[in-house]
């Protein structure tokens, strides 16, 4: 079995950033650019159209564009890229045994950047091929800021802290942003609650929830229903934002690492190691508060440079 001084799992600015750095380092990483957890190669940057707040493109870049040109990089210095899904990994020994769906590898370092998967409702309107990155987003930072939400009504799913976060946001672009939430309070902390209900540009729909999403080539109106009465109001729409979480592709990894409740990668403080020396994660998969592209990539480069102190601590040259 062949043993590679790096193994980085997952793509994205995350993993291909990592293998940037570790291949500039001459430790010639291996690169696992699918898994089975969720994610896609490239990752959830493959499903966005414009790009406009990743630094060094004043004019934007398509997602996919973007993660090319990451991947490209990588390649040039040397990273081997592998197509295939992870099916296990073992970190229970060292070196650590990764296979992927054909091939098996041993590493002496193993880099998590698998990123995690928004949620999303089974509405339709909703869904990839229909209006998901034409009008649906699950991230109000990443895409608020874009042309078509601008002085148009906006919607955010979800009644916790992050939607909230989001409708507050989303007020510096839209013309009025609402809330949906299935309930008659809030699941926000009460101060997150009260900024919500006071700002003059959102409203609550309390009881409530969308069941339809229409448009043409992007989104124009959604259907509402009342939970409470059944029914249900055609409304104006400009924008659909999901903020009910996202789960970290973690699940492959059956338990070996610390993570939080939810499943994100749990890392010592100011660095990316995990639970497992040897083993460190980068980008989403352990980040549940920013899940921004840059900032997943600056964890990437902490990630390879921690691996390669690792293994020069370790004396493996």
Partial sequence: METKKVVIIGSGPAGYTAAIYAARANLAPLLFEGFMSGGSPGGQLMTTTDVENYPGFPDGVLGPELMDLFKRQAERFGTHIVSEDIESVDLKRSPFIVRGSSKQIAAHTVILATGATAKRLEIE?????????????ACAVCDGAAPIFRNQPLYVIGGGDSAVEEAIFLTKYGSRVYIVHRRDQL?????????????????????????KISGDQVVRAVLLKN?????????????????????????????QLETNQVGYIIIEPGSTKTSIEGVFACGDVQDPTYRQAVT????GCMAALDAERWLSEKGIE
């Fill in 187 to 211: 699941r926000a902390s009460k101060i997150m609650a009260e900024r919500a209900m006071k700002h003059p540009k959102i409203e609550i729909l309390w009881n409530s929830s969308i069941e």
């Fill in 296 to 299: 997943a990539a600056g964890s």
């Fill in 227 to 255: 939970l409470e009465s059944g029914e249900t109001e055609e409304r104006e729409a400009g924008g659909i934002f999901f903020a009910i979480g996202h789960q970290p592709n973690t699940g492959f990894l059956l338990g």
């Fill in 125 to 137: 309107g909703s869904r990839d091929g229909e209006f998901w990155q034409k009008g649906v987003s």
